[in-house]
Nanobody, 115 residues
Framework: VQLVESGGGLVQPGGSLRLSCTAS????????MRWYRQAPGKERELVAH????????RYVDSVKGRFTISRDNAKNTVYLQMDSLKFEDTAVYYC?????????WGKGTLVIVSS
């Protein structure tokens, strides 16, 4: 089982990034997918969730209207489109796949919002 995140980097406030997470080793379409983030000195928080196979999405209030989670089951990939980025969005972003008691994590990708 493997989850590999990509797309992080340095961006100015107000800018955009799209994170990707590509999965292998399990039946991707059967799993709910989530993006979490962990800022320096803070606990990991759930940012966005998309159901299996993809009909329902949910977001933490701080990103509603700015972030969009989506998935392509044919490519075993989940995305997080991040627009209107703010300083406080700086964090390591992690991809998570879950199904009942099964819970898989990627290693994360760093997003830095700075001028």
């Amino acid at each position: 089982v493997q989850l590999v995140e990509s797309g992080g980097g340095l961006v100015q406030p107000g800018g955009s990034l799209r994170l990707s997470c590509t999965a292998s080793g399990f039946t991707f379409s059967s799993y709910g997918m989530r993006w979490y983030r962990q800022a320096p000195g803070k606990e990991r928080e759930l940012v966005a969730h998309i159901s299996s196979p993809g009909g329902t999405t949910r977001y933490v209030d701080s990103v509603k209207g700015r972030f969009t989670i989506s998935r392509d089951n044919a490519k075993n990939t989940v995305y997080l489109q991040m627009d209107s980025l703010k300083f406080e969005d700086t964090a390591v972003y992690y991809c998570n796949a879950f199904l009942y008691s099964m819970d898989y994590w990627g290693k994360g990708t760093l997003v830095i919002v700075s001028s």
